[in-house]
């Protein structure tokens, strides 16, 4: 958290996140389906670090498997990964509504505390992201405190390095319980 944000890393993940939106528009639009992007919570300018990696493998493995319910034949038409200056992302096609899709996204977000450091969008065919508004889920609750999350981002309530220390505190209690 003690690195500086220098316009090149800045720009870096701007880019990035450029470049994101035009893909998930492209795939939405070439497959004519519904798109599912995982991209992670990460304060400060250094989004990839030891943790995020293998949190975004354990999310989009939690997801593929709620999305199937145990139906080995694969509902992800097409796959995509990589690491970006904005973190890693993941993204697939899935042949299934977007309200579906978004409603089991969401349940993997809040299937344990892991979960609150994902941010899984949903996109219908025609591009438009799913709410969690507009499915009646409340909004997303801060890390540390009772907050909607966006409150406290926007208000920058929290110190980074107590923010930092919180998802430290997180992903070591889920690596000794999953391994
Ligand atoms: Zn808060």
Redesign the pocket.
């Known amino acids: 958290m003690s690195e500086r944000v220098t316009p090149a890393v800045l720009h870096a993940i701007l880019q990035a996140r450029e470049e994101r939106a035009a893909a998930i528009a492209m795939m939405a639009a070439t497959y004519n389906a519904t798109v599912v992007a995982f991209t992670l919570n990460v304060p400060g300018p250094q989004k990839n670090l030891p943790w995020t990696a293998p949190c975004l493998a354990w999310g989009r493995g939690a997801f593929v498997h709620a999305i199937q319910g145990g139906n080995a034949r694969s509902v992800c038409r097409v796959e995509w990964q990589d690491i970006t200056p904005a973190g890693p992302e993941y993204r697939c096609a899935v042949d299934l509504s977007a309200e579906v899709v978004k409603r089991t996204a969401i349940a993997v977000e809040e299937s344990c505390r892991m979960g609150r450091l994902l941010d899984i969008d949903v996109y219908d065919a025609a591009g438009r992201p799913v709410t969690r508004g507009e499915l009646g889920y409340a909004p997303r609750?801060?890390?540390?405190?009772?907050?909607p999350?966006h409150?406290?981002a926007r208000s920058r309530?929290?110190p980074a390095a107590e923010i930092a220390a919180r998802i430290e505190e997180i992903t070591a209690a889920h690596h000794v319980q999953h391994g």
């Open positions: 609750r801060c890390l540390l405190c009772s907050r999350a409150e406290c309530r929290h």
